[in-house]
């Protein structure tokens, strides 16, 4: 393998893969199910990120374009394409969490989320979801957000928010959909930033040292948590106060998805066998 782009590549798949692999394997998907998922990728992306323009890409493009032969890419193209509602549910969800860390209506004066009434006046939880969910059932919203451990519901009927930001805690399909959209997003961040111009580049930053003792990751793992907290609180701020579904009344041109994305990680970092912990 003689072409530094190609060997940087297969590198950095193989180092993508083995993650994605991991958590395959342990949920019993195997080697065959992944091709398929892979085949149909291929064929998507060939389909639709790299027709002629002007001309209908067709089927014997595609299998020139991917190395698929036009019997496979027929039979692909002809299956339903999975449905997927996680999106849907998610952004209703994240708005109306999002209403209730920022609007004065459902936060008390130092700013912090108000305990909720779970129907009645203008700052219940009912009136929440009417301001940031549409005509979405109160009852429908409240149980999402309690299934995947963002708010909880008190003895006496009230309703609290107990995470700051809409990521599923106790839900492994969620968290799984999740995996989706998150390496999808950065990988997509890298995608742009490989063919944009600089000046057209998009945030891609991370931190990350090779040699910590185990003492210092759970002094690292509180403050990069409470630190990034408090950014992804700011941003959404601002989100929230330029996303027309929480404020109709915006106008502008064109719908656009777009975001901050953190995470944090932490591996034991090989050792040679000459090397001591001096």
């Given amino acids: 393998m003689t072409d530094p782009t190609i060997k940087a590549l297969a590198i950095s798949c193989q180092k993508l893969l083995r993650p994605l692999v991991r958590v395959l394997l342990?949920?019993?998907?195997?080697?065959?199910?992944?091709?398929?998922?892979?085949?149909?990728?291929?064929?998507?992306?060939?389909?639709?990120?790299?027709?002629i323009q002007g001309r209908k890409q067709t089927v014997s493009r595609?299998?020139?374009?991917?190395?698929?032969?036009?019997?496979?890419?027929?039979?692909?193209?002809d299956e339903p394409a999975l449905s997927d509602n996680y999106q849907a549910r998610h952004n209703r969800a994240a708005r109306v969490t999002g209403g209730w860390l920022h609007s004065d209506n459902f936060t008390d004066a130092s700013g912090k989320p108000k305990i909720l009434q779970l129907e009645g006046s203008e700052d219940s939880f009912s009136a929440l979801v009417?301001?940031?969910?549409?005509?979405?059932?109160?009852?429908?919203?409240l149980d999402e957000l309690v299934r995947v451990g963002v708010a909880q519901m008190l003895d006496n009927g009230d309703v609290e928010l107990i995470k700051h930001g809409y990521v599923p805690q106790h839900s492994d399909t969620d968290m799984?959909?999740?995996?989706?959209?998150?390496?999808?997003?950065?990988?997509?961040?890298?995608?742009?930033?490989?063919?944009?111009?600089?000046?057209?580049?998009?945030?891609?930053?991370?931190?990350?040292?090779?040699?910590?003792?185990?003492?210092?990751?759970?002094?690292?793992?509180?403050l990069s948590k409470n630190k990034a907290q408090q950014?992804?609180?700011?941003?959404?701020?601002?989100?929230?106060?330029?996303?027309?579904?929480a404020n109709p009344e915006l106008t502008g041109t064109g719908r656009y998805r777009a975001g901050v994305g953190?995470?944090?990680?932490?591996?034991p970092y090989p050792v040679e066998d000459d090397e001591s912990d001096a």
């Fill in 262 to 267: 953190i995470y944090y990680f932490e591996q």
């Fill in 62 to 77: 595609i299998s020139v374009l991917t190395g698929i032969n036009r019997k496979e890419v027929k039979r692909l193209l």
């Fill in 130 to 141: 009417k301001a940031h969910s549409g005509d979405m059932p109160v009852r429908a919203v």
């Fill in 26 to 51: 342990r949920h019993g998907i195997a080697y065959a199910n992944f091709t398929d998922w892979v085949k149909r990728a291929y064929i998507d992306v060939a389909r639709d990120d790299f027709e």
């Fill in 176 to 222: 799984l959909y999740l995996l989706g959209d998150s390496v999808a997003d950065l990988t997509d961040t890298i995608d742009h930033n490989l063919n944009a111009d600089k000046s057209d580049s998009r945030l891609q930053l991370s931190v990350v040292y090779d040699n910590l003792p185990a003492e210092a990751l759970g002094r690292f793992k509180t």
């Fill in 231 to 245: 950014l992804l609180v700011n941003l959404d701020q601002y989100l929230v106060e330029h996303d027309r579904d």
